[in-house]
């Protein structure tokens, strides 16, 4: 991985890295989160330092990520590990959320355009619907028929053609390393969302994030969470809570314009609580 960070405030490159087929002996549930969790908190300290300009903290924690077995390590963890950190097959909840709407279809009508970002399959339940038409893109990809992009680096869409009747951000926005970042995500989705449908379902946005995002972060509260989508022009259509995951399917309304921006404020204090946050900045 590169020492020196991308100018680009969304670049997503250096964040998450890509999961492969298991090639390895299967770890245990907990030794698969601790790596994970470990290799994440490495990651956002990397970008910390990348930022800070300090080349040495950099150095020190490429040495650490190689000692934990480097990314093969985490790889062999993150696959292992997508029921316990992704959800599984969360798009089996989105599907089944906007079902009544996709009977609308017909084999006469254009399939829906569909953006899965962060994808890990191809034979997920969105790729078993013959009405959608799922385009796929991942950081590093390793796996034929999903794309190696960066979301933040996709060409914004010129025609409507480009644009997406639904975007799916399954346990994507966390891996986000930094509040500003994710912020530019959200607005970034509208861009890339088509109000021209061939049957009544509006543009859309499937959002899955750990429930300890909005439940046990000193910066973000599913009202905040709430708050920011709304401002986007999004309308919270349905939600639902695991005890680990939180799923929402957002409508968006139209609306293009920002009415306000949201800080990094302190809303629900304690030392226990992680530093999870989401920045909107108007423009």
């Known amino acids: 991985m590169p020492a020196k960070r991308s100018k680009r405030l969304g670049s997503l490159s250096s964040t998450r890295p890509p999961t492969v087929k298991s090639k390895h002996a299967a770890l245990s549930s907990k030794a698969t989160r601790t790596l994970i969790r470990s290799h994440h908190q490495l990651l956002k300290a990397k970008a910390q330092a990348e930022r800070a300009g300090d080349e040495a903290r950099v150095s020190?924690?490429?040495?650490?990520?190689?000692?934990?077995?480097?990314?093969?390590?985490?790889?062999?963890?993150?696959?292992?590990?997508?029921?316990?950190?992704?959800?599984?097959?969360?798009?089996?909840?989105?599907?089944?959320?906007?079902?009544?709407?996709?009977?609308?279809?017909?084999?006469?009508?254009?399939?829906?355009?569909?953006?899965?970002?962060?994808?890990?399959?191809?034979?997920?339940?969105?790729?078993?619907?013959?009405?959608?038409?799922?385009?796929?893109?991942?950081?590093?990809?390793?796996?034929?028929?999903?794309?190696?992009?960066?979301f933040m680096e996709r060409p914004l869409p010129s025609t409507d053609e480009e644009k997406f009747h639904l975007i799916s951000l399954s346990l994507v926005l966390n891996y986000v390393p930094d509040a500003t970042g994710r912020g530019e995500m959200l607005k970034r989705?509208?861009?890339?969302?088509?109000?021209?449908?061939?049957?009544?379902?509006?543009?859309?946005?499937?959002?899955?994030?750990?429930?300890?995002?909005?439940?046990?972060?000193?910066?973000?509260?599913?009202?905040?969470?709430?708050?920011?989508?709304?401002?986007?022009?999004?309308q919270l259509a349905q939600s639902k809570r695991t005890s680990k995951l939180i799923y929402q399917l957002w409508n968006h309304t139209g609306a293009t314009t920002l009415k306000k921006s949201f800080k990094k404020e302190m809303l629900n204090p304690g030392h226990k609580r992680n530093n999870f946050a989401i920045i909107l900045n108007k423009g």
């Open 60 to 150: 020190s924690i490429n040495a650490q990520i190689q000692a934990n077995g480097g990314l093969e390590s985490y790889q062999t963890a993150s696959k292992l590990g997508q029921s316990l950190e992704r959800g599984g097959d969360s798009s089996k909840v989105l599907i089944d959320w906007i079902k009544p709407q996709l009977s609308e279809w017909n084999a006469t009508l254009p399939r829906l355009r569909v953006l899965e970002v962060g994808a890990l399959s191809t034979k997920n339940a969105c790729s078993r619907t013959s009405s959608l038409e799922v385009s796929r893109i991942d950081l590093n990809s390793q796996e034929p028929g999903i794309l190696k992009q960066d």
């Open 189 to 234: 989705c509208v861009k890339f969302l088509t109000s021209q449908c061939p049957i009544s379902l509006p543009p859309t946005l499937f959002l899955v994030l750990p429930v300890a995002c909005v439940d046990n972060s000193r910066y973000l509260t599913e009202g905040r969470l709430l708050e920011i989508l709304a401002n986007l022009g999004f």
